[in-house]
């Protein structure tokens, strides 16, 4: 019921992501026809020239999903968040199978039925085109089947880098941990997949007889190559004009500043809006800022400075602004003046074990680490300023390697006991959700992360409307108004819009 009253509520939201889920699955698909059957034709005929292709194909069938999106997010054209990045990794995902199923089903062609073909002096082409082709079809169909079941899968994924599609609820339900809100984009994915395969498997059935699908496939080619280079041509000539691309990383007080950033350029500069939140993490979101894919997201001081800069752990608050302020610069991105709150990282435990142990401290801790397990996100483990030098600091040594997760889970892995001890954020709204204890950083490691709006300069002198309205947020946004924020969020489960809303009515 749930489920039900959420899509209820977002209705407009619901169908909007489900027909870009749909969309990018069919242009893909389509696309992927056009190029893979050529292939596959090639494989079975040529095989010198189609078996290092088709080699290719499954050497990229391999790489994992994100993995294949991070290395295609650089690249020029091809590149950058939203849906072009996901079309390209999607075609290049639904290539195997295609060429795989019409390679077979030309090969398993019975040789008299060719020689029958030649007999009557048919030319090479006719042959392929009125004989092969239509028995083959069957296996090409089934290839197709394939194609389409995965690619309504990995387009889930995609929303990781802006591409849209039930993917956004689900990452918004993990970062919010309700299982709501992911069943809300899982639920019509699994349905999607069901039906795209169940259609796709009636329609295979159907070719079974040589006659019923005779000729069928050159007319269906040429109607997907016009589709797929007019949706091609839409999507390269569709520029954003004067929208405002917001962005954001993927947890929750990460997707309230995007709101926030949205909420108050709509309000402050009449200009519209673009959301790209809840991408995969920091390099994704300055790779779209420096790329001029988004406009505008907040960063964390620290972050910047030791994870993007590269440059050495610095405690001085002030000092920090200033190099990285002069470092966005010089990459032609502004970055304004402070929110107001240093969002630190929180090394955390449960609170009944704190309470046992009387923990208040981290140098507490590693009395207690050899018996306890640790759990980091991605981003922990490799930084300048994460797990390694923690560890020097603290002297700290658990009973086995940390467990590495997703920031959207690791709040619940230590309520649940998975984990004994995680670093999280200050502002979380979990901490007081999950009944969890900030032990204090007495010996003052972590560096500070103050919340800081970046802007892409470019974008600044084109609309010096949009700096004027994001620095009216200068100074308005204390740790306490974050927390309780992430809280109505991760606690409460209000919609984001709505949390920032009333918390910009609040404001003069």
Known sequence: MNVFQFWQSHEAETLRLLSEHVGLVIVSTLAAVVIGIPIGIAAARRPRIGG????VASVVQTIPSLALFGFLLPLPVLGGIGARTAIVALILYALLPLIRTTAAGLRSIDPAILEAADAMGMTAAERLRQVEIPLALPSIV???RVATVFGVGTVTIAAAIGAGGLGEFIYRGLSMVDSTVILAGAIPVALLALVADGLLLVLERSLGRPAAGRSRLVPALVIATIAVVGVGAAIASTGRGDRITVASKNFTEQVLLGELMAQAIERYAKLPVDRRLNLGGTFICDRALRGGDADVYVEYSGTALTAIFKQPIERDAARVLETIRTAYADIGVTMLDPLGFNNTFAILVRRGDATARGL???????AHAGGWRAGFGYEFIEREDGYRGLASTYQLSFREPPRVMDLTLIYRA??????DVIAGDATAGLIDTLELTVLDDDRHYFPPYDAVPLVRSATLL???????????????????????MNYAIDGKHLDPSAVVREFLDTLK
Do not use: C, F, Y
């Open 52 to 55: 290092p292709l088709a080699a």
């Open 142 to 144: 089934a290839g197709i």
């Open 360 to 366: 208040t401290r981290l140098s507490q801790l590693a």
């Open 414 to 419: 230590l309520a649940d006991n998975q984990v």
């Open 462 to 484: 084109k609309h010096p409307e949009v700096g004027r309205a994001l620095r009216r947020l200068a100074g308005q946004l204390d740790a306490a108004a974050m927390r309780r």
